[in-house]
């Protein structure tokens, strides 16, 4: 009986193939609407069931050592027309006619996944295995990368299978893992991602040289999958006692994933945990806890602008470019001393080696008819500030990936009490800002007093990093400041790169989305002109027109002279 057979086919004969047959097959669809460099590698490979149900596996690329721009799927269908071998679905007589159409053939799935999902339909890790052999997959055996002398055949690989970019950053990655993994002698049978994991921890595990963390590190390092990869460490140390013999390097890695940008702010407190940081992590928790806005109800949140970007903010809707709020990186404010305040005041000064948290921030105000306000951020208080519908602000924060907070604003003073620092927040609370204080003052005594070794200083710096961008100096507490806050991956697909003003360098942006990743349309309630702005009347009309009359426009009390 006929097990499964492999059929190569163009797009439009795939409808025929499920008509014409009752068979198991894994079908190569090829991919005509891409070619690398006019090379024509990629298929979609599919899994018919005897019920003619089918399974996208996923995406392989082929190199076949023959003129690739050939109709290449005729080549092997000469030797699959008669289904009778349980491995290929191929007349017994024309095995060694295929093994010949196979010779010298290169593959690579191009993610994860396709590995996967191609073991799933196999009965057994053996036939698998054969599969990948046959089609000469480099992630399989890596020594297949190297084709010696045939040029054309080192070109398609290096140039299609492996190429640079979107279409080749998974299958490097999976070479990279692979390579790692076998030099090892370490086996990853069935590609699962658990695997990975484990696999992963046996290479620190019995080794004092370093040798193997500095392996890890270097996997670690690579963008694709490095989240996925750390969380299964995580889960693996978290949930286990296997007794991993060398706790030094495991600590080593632990440190990497804390201390290195790479990584979301969650799983550097996880790997934190498991450094043994879980006291200092509560600290800093209860800390953002206190600042956190969960309730935007008993506030009026705006911020100053210019009056030219007036029409960018309030404007006829479009799918393509609807009018939405964007959040700056919070390295590159204007604030030469953002985010390093809190760092001054645990340790005394600013020498450290200072982590550039992966956030991005809106800023927002109380203060909303303030002159020092209105000369510093609108215009010389010839602009507008822009007041947010109340609606619009829950429904950022409805979103998980958004956050708004108070800053925090603190004053140190120099004797080591609990009374050394005074603080101040825009909602004037006196409860929470006591709270503040003593959680300041907490976390600065158990740092002090436990942050000698320098690998544990890194960590902390990381985890202070991750809200020292809601503390500023006493100075500017008369802007009564609010950060709409989104924390991103470095590598996540929602940064974008856009120039700014004279700046001769791009900065770094991104914009409220929902947790469905759809833009948030920027509602106003009202719109406040500044004391030397041009005459409401100029500008009422248009405002009321777009905003169908929900926007309201009036002018500043503050009465200024040049």
Known sequence: MVEKRIKFVKKEDMHNEF?????????????????DYNIMTSFDVYYKDRSNNKIFIGRVKLSIPVNTNKIIYEIYNIYINECEDKKYGVAISNIEKLKTGLKGIRSVGEDLIYYQRLRSVFDSEESFDEFLCDFGDVIRDIKLRDCGEDIKLQNTIDESLFRTGNAGTDAEYLYEISRHFKKNNIDIKGYQEERFSDALLLLISDDSSFEK??????????????????????????????????????????????????????????????????????????????????????????????????????????????????????????????????????????????????CYISSATTALDNLPMWKQYADNCSGAVMVYDKNFLKEVLNSESNKLYQVCYIKENKEITENDIEVSISSADDLTESKIKEALYSLKKEIVDKSQDAEKKDRIEKYLAGIGYLFKNMDYSYESEYRIVK?????????????????????????????????LQVRYSKVQLGPKAIDIDYVEPYVRFISNGTTDVIESNVNFRD
Request: glycine share 6%.
């Open 19 to 35: 008509i014409n047959s009752q068979q198991e097959t894994i079908i190569f669809e090829l991919n005509e609407g891409w070619n």
């Open 213 to 358: 963390y500095e392996e890890l590190k270097e996997l670690l390092s690579v963008n694709k999958y490095r989240s996925e990869i750390a969380n299964r460490i995580m889960e693996s140390l978290e949930g286990q006692n296997k007794g991993y013999n060398n706790k030094a390097q495991i600590q080593k890695i632990l440190n990497y994933i804390v201390t290195s940008n790479k990584f979301g702010k969650e799983l550097s407190k996880r790997a934190g945990k498991l450094c043994e940081d879980g006291g200092i992590i509560t600290k800093i928790d209860e800390l953002e806890s206190l600042l956190v806005v969960d309730n935007v109800e008993n506030i009026e949140l705006g911020h100053y602008t210019s009056l030219n970007t007036l029409p960018l903010l309030i404007k006829e809707y479009s799918e393509e470019n609807p009018p939405t709020v964007r959040l700056t990186n919070s390295n590159q404010m204007n604030d030469p001393s953002e985010g390093k305040v809190l760092y001054k005041y645990i340790f005394g000064n600013t020498n450290g080696s200072y982590k550039v948290p992966s």
């Open 487 to 519: 924390n991103l991956k470095p590598e996540s697909s929602k940064i974008v790169v856009e120039k700014s003003g004279n700046l001769p360098v791009p900065l770094l942006y991104t914009y409220l989305t929902s947790d469905n990743n759809e833009l």
